[in-house]
């Protein structure tokens, strides 16, 4: 074994390490991130690393465009917790109004683009608390979803995801402001910015996955 065979296997156990202690990783993006390490080792004897996931994993073009456009970089709202009563403020003061919730209400932080559901009653004096929120593209929004595959691999993402995306079903994915790695947003509730990683260069760098009509 040389030199550069051990250091191979050092970083291929690097990656494995730190794929199964991220605590983000959800686990078909965690099969992706080591098929495409074992794929970026190997290096300049391969031509597209997506064939080599394709034959690693057993799964179709299509099914690896699903996990990338899985793992796009985004703000996702969490549903679950719409209030299920008002929160306008009520007599006595400093009690919310309690009535059953007739209206939701997305209210944002500002500068993170943070989303709070807040639920009114169908009181115009309940109603008129609402706090109107600008448009999302006049936020620049922190990404809290996805954006794992760049903290490992160098590569072309943008046009990577956006291949994806388009692939499966949201053409209208557009890279956001703040980066496309999870390492890179600022650091916001809810979110802990992953830890840097010495990431692997992936080659060559214009390969995009075949698109579905190539594979049928
Ligand atoms: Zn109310």
Redesign the pocket.
Known sequence: MTADDRELLARYGELTTRAHADPLMPDNIRDLVLALGWSALRGSRLDNPWSSVSDLLNISATEIAQLVAADAPRYELDWTTVPSS?Q?P?APPGKP?G?NTVHVFIERDQLTGRAELRG??N?PG?LDQAVPHPPEDAIQLVPNRGGILPTYFAWNWEAQYGHATAHAGNPGWRPPVHGLSAAEWPETPGHTRPKPFRKLPLAPAGVLLPTVSETT
């Open positions: 008002c306008a009520a109004c009535t009114y009653c009181r309940c």
